[in-house]
């Protein structure tokens, strides 16, 4: 078994590498990558508010070094990777520091949990979030943001162009590239399959035609908050007769979340077949 996306307390993970790994090969698991949420400008914004999220730079070269002393110690393959969460202002800037430890990293995942307000909003907790922050994609927000954008088919629009707008931009970075949960919101109620299916179906083509793999990630199916994957399967399916690769993905932030996970790996592989 091989899963392509868990996480450590180097970002928002919930146990280390090393105890990661552990689990992984008790499990039954021969390869695990390790996909840290990777954005210099947010992990900043991080540090101010102590949620932290994203991996900090001055953390990255332990990171790939217990990421090696991982895989020696416990003689399963341990992949060293970010996920990538894309924010148009800061893609120069992105790019720049991505670039630098390139030569060290595995893989790459793409992922968009952000998108930009159109003005202030004001949360039910009375904070205020300003215009242009980019903001987690969810709940209230997801609702915000199909009234500032006028409808929830604008806003999966404007989520499909930042992963279009990123596959482009890093193309060519890492030959071993994916989609992360698409679509990142697919378990919130407002999500609406029928009116997401083009757009969808338009994105896949995108990311054929970039030579990206696509994961089908068991996040909320792994939670019990939702019936589906993401992408939906009918879309994984889809993807496969368009020729593309699929990549497992727990994403996992904890021990218990491997141990949940691996019930569920079966249904990726009757999905490949």
Known sequence: MKDNHIHSTFSDGKASIDEMVEAAKALGYEEVVFAEHFNPFLAEINRKTGYKMHIFPEEIESYFLECEMAEQKHQIRVLKGFEVSWISHQSEETKEALARYMPSLDMILISAHHLELLKDFKRTNGTVEKQGYSMYLGGEV?????????????????????????????????????????VVFSNDPCYNQEAASPIIRDLLSDIKGNGFFLEVNFHYYRKGTSVETRPYLEDAVHFLRLGGSLAFASDAHSVEDLNVTTKHYPIFERLRK
């Not at 604008?154 to 499909?160: P, Q, R, S």
Request: with cysteine.
């Open 142 to 182: 997801l609702k915000e943001m199909i009234r500032q954008y006028d409808g929830f088919t604008n806003v999966l629009e404007v989520y499909a162009e930042k992963l279009k707008e990123a596959m482009v931009h890093l193309n060519g970075f890492c030959q071993n590239t994916g989609v992360a949960h698409l």
